[in-house]
């Protein structure tokens, strides 16, 4: 039988600690002390990625801490996977009880919506208090068996998900090492002809006009793409934009040509439309997808055409400079069976893709209705 829920404050129930921005001259790129995490622009699925470290830091969090955004948008959670020191546009939750820390991240993820209708109503004003934060309301089971069965079920569906996202970057990095001994560091190389990434790859460029597209449609924007990754998690909607767009395949090989937003490349995993600030890239000659992949996705190629972008406040890159890019080109042999090893991967990724959104928008379906008591804990001591 279901025991007492009630309502508590998050302050009742943990430790808030806020954030605090240690001096800019003791951050590093070197990995010189600890990750330093300033918002959610670090933020990945449900662990920080680290980009920046702090050889002073300020604000320290431990593994398993909870990371809540304090600054616009408020209200994102991630978790610390390593020893970590935080920024102002982070707070620390420490529960005080360490076993309900995963029942109090869904309950703070329930809350996200709560947030975004608080600042849309501008009464934060893209900032979060400590009080605010220590008086934010949970839905809050007596019985700590009733957490934990919420917790697992839910916990059990991000576990996956996470194991897909390890596996997917497993087979990434095969993929990428394998490339770099057959095509870099292959001493049958020098020998190989000289050309430029133009000679294997193209530009697909397929105009719409928004009108013309359903508004379901899978749109991809640079938001959309991950960061020296080719698994590509994410759409939106067509409907919600009104720019011009360009029509791409899944298969196909996405490019984000803003400098900010170097390095973005990503294997397009369904039909749809992308900004046109992502460029469209395909091989020539089927044979040659790996070959183009390993090319595009490289750290060179990605700071050649950097450096070559053009503009002051947003640089961008052209397929001109791309398709200028300085590559070796092997026997057709070599460069279709390394095609043939690569592709299962990417089907693999895309699959695992595939899975992990179903995976996510049943954990987003049960979310509310646990928190809100319309699926019963009992339900779900049957079902685990």
């Not at 050649?304 to 200028?324: C, F, H, L, Q, Y």
Request: net charge neutral.
């Amino acid at each position: 039988m279901r025991g007492k829920w009630r309502e508590v404050h998050l302050g009742d129930v943990a430790e808030i600690v806020m954030g605090q921005s240690p001096p800019g001259s003791t951050y590093n790129e070197s990995g010189d002390g600890l990750p330093f995490f300033q918002g959610v622009k670090d933020f990945g699925y449900r662990n920080p990625t680290p980009r920046v470290f702090c050889s002073r830091p300020s604000r320290v969090a431990q593994p398993g801490d909870i990371l809540f955004s304090v600054r616009a948008p408020i209200g994102r959670v991630n978790i610390a996977d390593r020893e970590c020191t935080i920024g102002r546009g982070l707070s620390i939750i420490q529960p005080r009880d360490k076993a309900g820390s995963r029942y109090i991240e869904f309950a703070l993820r329930y809350l996200e919506p709560t947030w975004q209708a608080i600042e849309g109503g501008g009464s934060v004003f893209g900032n979060a208090t400590r009080q605010d934060v220590e008086l934010l309301s949970l839905t809050w089971p007596d019985e700590v068996s009733d957490r934990r069965i919420i917790a697992e079920v839910l916990g059990s569906l991000d576990d996956k998900i996470e194991l897909n996202r390890r596996m997917n970057a497993t087979l990434e990095s095969m993929a990428k090492a394998v490339f770099k001994a057959w095509f870099v560091e292959n001493e049958e190389a020098k020998g190989w002809k000289v050309g430029q990434f133009s000679d294997i790859a193209q530009n697909i460029r397929r105009g719409v006009n928004p009108a013309d597209v359903s508004p379901e449609m899978p749109y991809i924007g640079l938001e959309h793409m991950p960061r020296r990754s080719i698994a590509l998690s994410e759409w939106g909607r067509a409907g919600d934009v009104t720019s011009n767009k360009f029509k791409f395949q899944r298969g196909e090989i996405l490019f984000g040509k803003l400098r900010p937003y170097f390095h973005k490349v990503g294997i397009a995993p369904i039909n749809g439309v992308c900004s046109t600030d992502v460029l469209v890239v395909a091989p020539k000659n089927p044979e040659d997808f790996g070959l183009v992949l390993g090319y595009i996705s490289s750290e060179d190629f990605v700071n050649s055409v950097n450096a070559a972008s053009e503009g002051t406040k947003m640089p961008r890159t052209n397929w001109d400079t791309m398709a200028r890019y300085p590559i070796t080109i092997p026997d057709g042999k070599l460069a279709a069976d390394f095609t043939a090893m690569v592709q299962p991967m990417i089907e693999k990724i895309q699959n695992n893709i595939d899975q992990s959104r179903t995976l996510a928008a049943l954990r987003d379906a049960l979310l509310p209705r646990l928190m809100s008591g319309e699926v019963r804990v009992k339900d779900l001591e049957e079902i685990r």
